[in-house]
């Protein structure tokens, strides 16, 4: 499908059927495979033929939507995972060994946050974070000799800070590690962090991928370009043999195209069992069939309701790259020239005591854990997605006390605001 535009390949990337096979990807519902002989099973455990023995570790059905979602960020190999959460482990366990660092941006989901901050730091990994808006000077200084992934967000959830890709890839370059980019928000319909030099890109496909919120996951993608061997003193688990898998090295076996997926299914996959089913496959494969139809939508809704609020005095700010205002407007020109998302992030004079009110009469959005579907929901980070953070650490990520995200859905954009209007005025 390369040599497709992206719209096809929401629609057929991944799945090719034969005379007389299903034209919708099956479900194959099964958790395990049958084989003639010992030995054909014998060389799957080897990695030395492709198919299916158990679905913890693959299904077909997961590895065709995994494929597809390859296809759209232009990757080499992907997988799917039970969550967003689960992705964002793997692609950075993955890489990461007790006594080792990550550098983080600051401005990221509550949930990675504490993913990072705590239960990978009780596992001996530790992480610096660094503001997105920070100097090359700033983000070099936040490196150390055993740093061995830099991780942000195109679009943060929910402070909607736009990445600036080239420079943090262009530092996790200079000091010989990867960039891992959560491209979650804007998919590979509005960005593609691969064309700006990140390395791993992961999504949680619940969101817009989905579309429907219908069912919970993840996936990891490798873009097939960071040198693994060239950096082999630094990722042992990569360039070293796996004993725990018949001494492969995944770097020399399968290359810089495939070496960081097998490991990821391989080894992670098969320990931490965190699988995505072939039935949420089946749905996310749905939704990924109008992604390209659906976000045009959610990203018009979102300037029209962006712009709207920024005209209202009951509004102190409101965050939105696609406002010309706005501090993240010239880097959305560049990595986001087709719409960054649906998403809007507004801050109500009155701080929280506001943001209760002001929710609690809407009647089209829901007050929701939950964004980035045909329905609009809105929720106060602070006091749920971020409750597990101090003040200073939701200064630091850009998520005040009273902000409001409110994910706009596909509904009329009218409407959208009309509702919107009838809850400012409640206040």
Known sequence: MSDYRIETTCVQGGYAPGSGEPRQIPIIQSTTFKYATSEAMGQLFDLEASGYFYSRLQNPTCDQVAAKIAALEGGTAAMLTSSGQAANFFALFNLCNCGDHIVSSSTIYGGTFNLIS??????GIEATFVSPDCTEEELNAAFRPNTRAVFGETIANPALTV????????AAHAHGVPLVVDNTFPTPVGCRPFEWGADIVTHSTTKYMDGHGVAVGGAVVDSGKFDWMAHADKFPGLCTPDESYHGITYA???GQAGAFITKCTAQLMRDLGCTQSP???????????????RMQRHCENGQAVAEFLASRPEVEAVHYCGLPGDPYHALAQKYLPNGSCGVVSFELKGGRPAAEVFM??????????????ARTCCLNPATSTHRQMTDEQLLAAGVPAGLVRMSCGLE????????????????
């Open 279 to 293: 039935q949420s496959a089946f749905y996310l494969n749905l939704g990924l069939e109008s992604l390209h139809v």
């Open 360 to 373: 609690s009469k809407l009647r089209l959005a829901a007050i929701e854990t939950h964004v980035a579907d």
């Open 252 to 254: 020399e076996k399968f």
């Open 412 to 427: 009329a954009k009218e409407d959208l605001i009309g509702d919107i209007q009838q809850a400012l005025e409640a206040i």
């Open 118 to 123: 705590v239960t990978m730091a009780k596992m």
């Open 163 to 170: 990445l600036d890709i080239e420079k943090f890839a262009g």
